[in-house]
């Protein structure tokens, strides 16, 4: 029997909890479903604000980090910060 899209939705949210931020096709190949349905999920699951999307990748909510919700192994305290240069 299949998987339903929210029981797939709470094991990529859990993922993403337990690792703090996990790329779109790690993501797909973990939860056994291709790169477009992983991103989809991911998609509807930002746009709930469940999680924070980047191109390629997802990360836990900021706000769920700084508010002490995030689930084990997540970041703790410090800021990350990224840039990209030509």
């Given at each position: 029997?299949?998987?339903?899209?929210?029981?797939?939705?709470?094991?990529?949210?859990?993922?993403?909890?337990?690792r703090?931020?996990?790329?779109?096709?790690?993501?797909?190949?973990?939860?056994?479903?291709?790169?477009?349905?992983?991103?989809r999920?991911?998609?509807?699951l930002?746009?709930?604000?469940?999680?924070?999307?980047?191109?390629?990748?997802?990360?836990?909510?900021?706000?769920?980090?700084?508010?002490?919700?995030?689930?084990?192994?997540?970041?703790?305290?410090?800021?990350?910060?990224?840039?990209l240069?030509?």
């Amino acid at each position: 029997m299949r998987e339903s899209a929210a029981e797939r939705h709470d094991r990529l949210l859990g993922l993403v909890r337990e690792r703090g931020s996990a790329r779109v096709s790690d993501l797909a190949s973990l939860l056994g479903v291709s790169a477009v349905t992983a991103r989809r999920d991911v998609e509807e699951l930002a746009g709930r604000g469940l999680l924070d999307r980047v191109h390629g990748s997802v990360s836990w909510p900021q706000e769920a980090r700084a508010g002490g919700a995030a689930g084990p192994g997540s970041p703790r305290g410090g800021l990350v910060l990224g840039m990209l240069a030509p």
